[in-house]
Every structure is written in structure tokens, then in C-alpha cells.
């Protein structure tokens, strides 16, 4: 893992109200795991669903600019193509905090929004799961050993296009 991933990690993992934008009324998203894995560690969590303003008894917030208190940090794991809406309005609130839900798929990447956060000044993080990093299950520390050892732990600089 490089310097700079693992500064944006800890940087990412130190704030404390984090929203989760992708909050899913399926309740087997990713989000969903993320919300619940961040809150039983002490987070203060903030659900989004543009859908729903409740989910299995989790308060929803439609969009991050309708969220009522200070958001330190954003998770995104929405489709690809709602991850430059959600990147916009980070910029537009002033949060400098986003990480970007990527595994094993494509996830929520999404190239033109990790270019618009990287130009606006955002500490992004635009692939992997904090799962690997927040009290890891064995699956989560496999896999974080795993993407080590191949390299793909690292920031890379933004190509500018």
C-alpha cells in the first residue's frame, strides 16, 4: 500500500459523521453493510436514498444537501452513473472526504468523477472497501492482503484529459 492510500484512508477513517450514499431498500447492498459496519464502530452514520425516507426503521436523507447536520465524509456505492451527482455535491457542501466503493466489479467508479473530486481539492479514495480497514473480517483482511501484493493500493496521480 502507498503513502498516499493509506494517508487517505486514515484521513477518511479519523471523521466521524459519515454518509452513505447508496443506502438501499434491498437491505443486501453494499451501503447497507458499510452503514451498519461504521455505526457498531462508533461512527454516527447518515443514510441516502433518494427513494425512501425510511429503510427497515434507518432514517433516509434524498441527497447530501438535504442532510440537516455537518457530514464529515461521504461512502459512496451508488450506481456509476449517480456517482458524479453525489462527487458534485460534495464539492457544493465543502466535504473533502469521499471514498468510492470499489471491489471486485466496477462498483461505483466512475473515471469523470474521480477527476471533478481530485480538481475541487477531495481527499478521494476511488476503489477498494473500508471493511478492509475498520476491524476486517477474515474475508476483508484476505482480500486486503491480497490487492497489497499485487499493487493495487495505491492513488494514482489523475491523468488530465
Known amino acids: 500500500m ?6 487517505r484512508v486514515d484521513h477518511f ?3 466521524k459523521n459519515i454518509a452513505f450514499a447508496g443506502y438501499s431498500s434491498e437491505g443486501a ?6 452503514y451498519k459496519k461504521f455505526k457498531t464502530n462508533g461512527y454516527h452514520t447518515i443514510a441516502i436514498n433518494p427513494r425512501f425516507e425510511e ?5 433516509c436523507f434524498p441527497d447530501l444537501k438535504s442532510v440537516t447536520e455537518k457530514v ?7 450506481p456509476p452513473n449517480a456517482t458524479l451527482d453525489v462527487i458534485k455535491q460534495c464539492i457544493e457542501l465543502g466535504i473533502k472526504y469521499v471514498w468510492i466503493h470499489k471491489s471486485i466489479g466496477n462498483g461505483s467508479y466512475n473515471q469523470e ?3 471533478l473530486a481530485e480538481k475541487n481539492g477531495i481527499e478521494i479514495i476511488p476503489m477498494a472497501c473500508p471493511m478492509m480497514f475498520l476491524k476486517p473480517d477474515p474475508f476483508h483482511a484476505c482480500f486486503k492482503f491480497i490487492m497489497n501484493i499485487r499493487g493495487k493500493l495505491k492513488i494514482k ?3 488530465k484529459n
Do not use: C, G, R
Request: aromatic share 4%; net charge negative; glycine share 0%.
Open 29 to 34: 447492498e453494499v451501503a447497507n453493510h458499510l
Open 55 to 59: 429503510v427497515k426503521d434507518v432514517p
Open 72 to 78: 464529515d465524509a461521504v461512502m459512496i456505492s451508488t
Open 113 to 115: 468523477a474521480i477527476h
Open 13 to 15: 477513517l479519523a471523521q
Open 2 to 7: 502507498d503513502a498516499k492510500f493509506k494517508e
Open 157 to 159: 496521480d489523475v491523468q
